[in-house]
């Protein structure tokens, strides 16, 4: 059975809807999904504040490009136009595939064009390791390590501290 994490947010539009509508479209392979954090942009200062998520999944047919093509759908149905000169800049919905296991639990990993995993920037993002610490307390980043010590080190320790978790707003799975 392939399993991923995959992390989503938004920051143009109805921010939690746009995150509701990710989860649904992963549909039955949606195991768990974490809570909901507003946080700073990253990368482009210039725009509005993201709400993120991280979604654990799983399907025994799914390999990684399959997770990568319903990433990209979800984004579509969101209305997500990329714009290439602003390469971190406001979306309605990014999905990003973070890392992939295979049906052994073994990592996989790919330095294709348009697939690196694990995600090459995964182990810089506060915004993607806290929220996948709710769904995997004990989780590894491959080729990186423990999910708590990459988030309890600089320079992530520091950018912690500005994502403020959002109890008031949960993401409901049909799962």
Do not use: K
């Amino acid at each position: 059975m392939s399993r991923a994490v995959l992390s989503i947010g938004s920051n143009l539009g109805d921010r939690l809807a746009h995150l509701r509508s990710a989860v649904a479209s992963f549909g039955d392979a949606v195991l768990v999904v974490s809570g909901v954090y507003e946080t700073p942009p990253w990368g482009d200062a210039d725009q509005p504040a993201y709400l993120n998520a991280a979604v654990l999944v799983a399907d025994p047919a799914a390999g990684p490009h399959d997770w990568l093509a319903r990433a990209r759908a979800a984004e579509a149905a969101a209305g997500r136009a990329r714009d290439p000169e602003r390469r971190y800049g406001p979306r309605t919905l990014d999905v990003d595939v973070i890392a992939v296991w295979d049906e052994v639990g073994a990592p996989v990993l790919s330095d294709e064009e348009g697939l690196t995993l694990p995600h090459p920037r995964a182990h810089l993002r506060a915004f993607v390791l806290r929220p996948w610490i709710d769904i995997e307390p004990h989780g590894r980043l491959p080729g990186h390590g423990w999910l708590t010590d990459l988030l309890n080190a600089e320079p992530l320790a520091g950018d912690a501290l500005e994502l403020s978790p959002r109890s008031d707003l949960a993401i409901e799975s049909d799962a």
